[in-house]
């Protein structure tokens, strides 16, 4: 059992930037960045145009790798493991992780992101890495001069398509609704891609094939007419889920399965833990923001182990003065 003052669950922005913050704060941050999902979800991104001081852009990898580098820097220690099982007990949080490592923290931020959302459909796992994905820069050079389809209609979905024309032959976007929610800027960019074309007011309702992708049916969410795409790549942007599952038992969620937080600070309902990044923010979802309550996360805790050690220290003092008084004369 390793005794720390902070652990960090989950990277990401957020997790990396409380990690620069709680380590040049000297508490020695430990990392849990996860065994598969390190860096989170901008490790599946390609250019990161909106992220302040990157004029020319950056690659969301690239991003990634550079702040675990800042933090590892200032002294983090990062972990590329997963955890197993957490105990939220105030003063001292128990982590272990899935490869048996066990950790006792007086403080642990929670920055576990959220998961990608599925369309529960059959075939839709089957297929999964078979023409089925929910990752473009992961995936998309397998699909040259193919007819791919994306599912969705956020700003997510239309990158994907966009940058999924570097290799197909056509992209089509499929969204349930006459009206996209991509942001103008980015439904500009859609509209001058050639390579691009719209299904709306369409869903998806099968997913074809055995060993691979062969073709979509396709409902008209107006008419209730279907018919037949034949695509041999399907990618998913339909949204995320926040990863609650380690410990949405022992905190407060809200209504829509996001962890609650005090107001404008990352403290949850549990003392000495804290939150940052997509697993409380449901509506902005951005890099930066993640970033920003990353940040605030690292100033929480501090402030918090501040605190517990101005405690520790004082009644440390009374203890020892209580030990050096005089004994009482007997009459």
Known sequence: MTDTQ?????????????????????????????????????????????????????????LMESMREQAEKFGAEVIYDDVATLKLEPGAHQIETALGARYTAQAVILATGSAYRELNLPNEKKLSGHGVSWCATCDGFFFRNQHIAVVGGGDSALEEATFLTRFASKVTLIHRRQELRASQAMQDRAAADEKLEYLLDSEVTEIHGEDSLTGLTVRNTVSGETSELPVTGLFVAI?????????????????????????????????GVFAAGDVIDSVYRQAITAAGSGCSAALDAEHYLADLDAVTKQAEAVAAEASQAPAPIAS
């Open 239 to 271: 949204g995320s889920d926040p990863r609650t599952s380690l410990f949405g038992d022992q905190l407060s969620l809200r209504s829509d399965g996001y962890l609650n937080v005090e107001g404008r600070t990352s403290k949850t309902a549990v003392e």
């Open 6 to 62: 902070l652990v960090i669950i989950g990277s990401g922005p957020a997790g990396y930037t409380a990690a620069v913050y709680a380590a040049r704060a000297n508490l020695s941050p430990v990392v849990i960045a996860g065994s598969v999902t390190a860096g989170g979800e901008l490790m599946n991104t390609t250019d990161v145009e909106n992220y302040p001081g990157f004029p020319a852009g950056v690659q969301g990898p690239e």
